[in-house]
């Protein structure tokens, strides 16, 4: 087994500990973080993308919108779809043991899964997830955003993994041309642009370098994710740089 990775120097390790300390208390648990996997052609997903677009109002809740690539083979191609969005989805299907992947699908808070069109379903989960125990470590950006600071705390067997996710905050609409939902407007909100691993965590104080936003219209969001079951343990928020244009 290789040593955990520590700060190279004391003046690296005060950092990060000022870093943390500094950053406000939390005075409410983090939101529950609702992961919705749609594309465009998909005509099930429509349903699913309006209420992802709700929940994106609603208190304590950050819902993220992934679209897959899998399905463009069949006359429309996804204008937000990204290979990895597809890849993190099979991750998924493999800790929860299910045969494939599919759309819409929804999961919650990493370890729960249920089909996107049904909202009261996923309204239960992100109840379940809310009431959860939770002893996340403290997190801060620092240096204007450029690293992230995740201080010490209990590390999941198999350990736990950094990732940066980049979203779009707006809601967009998008007309489909061809396909399923030819002619039809697809609404999208929190539309995830950038997937990023940042790096292990294995319960030690951790510093990691954030690469620069294409747009400064993207929010942020870093979470500490459990390797095996997918579990988010922390996240922490960024807000974008200056509106988009």
Known sequence: MRPAVFPTSLFAALALVAAVA??????????????????????????ANEAVDALADRSGVLPLTFSVDYWDYLGWKDTFAAPEFSERQRAYAKKLAL??????????????QTAGGHPERVDKLIKDA????????????????????????????????????????????????????????????NVVRQLVKLGP?????????VPEADDDGLAAVVVVQAVKTG???????AKPAKPAT
């Open 22 to 47: 500094a950053s406000p208390p939390a005075m409410a648990k983090a939101p529950v973080v609702v992961e919705l996997y749609t594309a465009q052609g998909c005509s099930a997903c429509i349903k």
């Open 99 to 112: 045969r494939d992947v599919y759309t819409p699908q929804v999961i919650v808070d990493g370890r729960f």
């Open 130 to 189: 809310a009431k959860a125990a939770a002893d996340p470590p403290d997190m801060a950006f620092t240096r204007a955003g450029a690293r992230i600071a995740v201080g010490s705390g209990p590390s999941p067997k198999g350990g736990a993994e950094v990732w940066l996710i980049r979203y779009d905050p707006h809601e967009q609409q998008v007309e489909v041309k061809r396909g399923e939902n030819r002619g039809k407007t697809v609404v999208h909100r």
């Open 201 to 209: 965590w294995a319960g030690r104080p951790r510093t990691y370098a």
């Open 231 to 237: 579990r988010i343990l922390a996240l922490k928020q």
